[in-house]
């Protein structure tokens, strides 16, 4: 696993979720590396296919890499041998490539279908977060938290209320969270920090922070333990 690579790929990717998988405990960050990378790189095959047909062969050799991991080929990919350094459930990681299907379609989708995309692939990636830290969640909380995080994603533009949507599960999650026990919290907050930082971009949409911004507001978080 050349996790050098996927580091710097990754900070290229999502610049987000570079940021905080840095505060991750170094046992599970290359595990989490691994994940971010894999969901980031899938993501943006909507958005960088003007053909769908292009998009859904894209995403077929994703989920076939996913197969072939299953039997221990990685295809000669950088990811692929992560993913075999690092494995996790086949079941787990096919949300996050099937979901992306309804993106491929034409036309403008609505709140309702972002959120349905979103509902699809938030929470398997949170699930699957939560497996690599060794974390347990009550699944309503990593549902909300998910669904808001992947909702703030898919904001288009001139999507104000797209991103209310979003604020709305976010700010359910960062408040059912903070309400954990000290010792849950510690243990899931390394998960959960992409959460609060979509709850603040939520807040403050269409406005943008600036990258010193977010670093700051991860050292806050990490440092008091709450959202």
């Not at 062969?57 to 996913?66: A, F, G, N, T």
Request: charged share 20%; proline share 6%; hydrophobic share 45%.
């Amino acid at each position: 696993m050349d996790e050098e690579l996927l580091r710097q790929e990754l900070r290229g990717l999502d610049g987000d979720l570079y940021l905080c998988h840095l505060f991750v405990p170094a046992t599970h960050r290359p595990a989490l590396l691994t994940l971010y990378h894999f969901y980031a790189d899938i993501a943006r095959i909507p958005a960088s296919v003007s053909d769908p047909m292009v998009g859904a062969i894209r995403l077929q050799w994703w989920r076939d890499l996913v197969g072939a991991v299953a039997n221990g080929d990685a295809r000669g990919t950088p990811i692929g041998e992560a993913l075999l350094a690092h494995p996790m459930a086949k079941d787990g990681l096919l949300p996050l490539i099937d979901g992306r299907d309804a993106a491929l379609g034409e036309g403008t989708r609505g709140i309702d279908e972002l959120v349905s995309e979103a509902a699809q692939v938030g929470p398997a990636l949170m699930r699957l977060a939560t497996e690599i830290c060794g974390a347990s969640c009550d699944d309503t909380l990593l549902r909300k938290a998910g669904t808001g995080f992947e909702l703030m994603r898919l904001v288009p533009e001139n999507g104000e209320a797209v991103a209310a949507r979003a604020a709305e599960f976010l700010g359910e999650a960062c408040t059912a969270f903070n309400k954990l026990p000290r010792a849950a919290r510690k243990q899931l907050l390394p998960i959960f920090l992409p959460i609060g930082l979509a709850r603040r971009q939520a807040h403050y949409f269409p406005r943008q922070r600036s990258l010193l911004i977010y670093q700051l507001i991860l050292l806050k978080t990490a440092f008091i333990g709450r959202l």
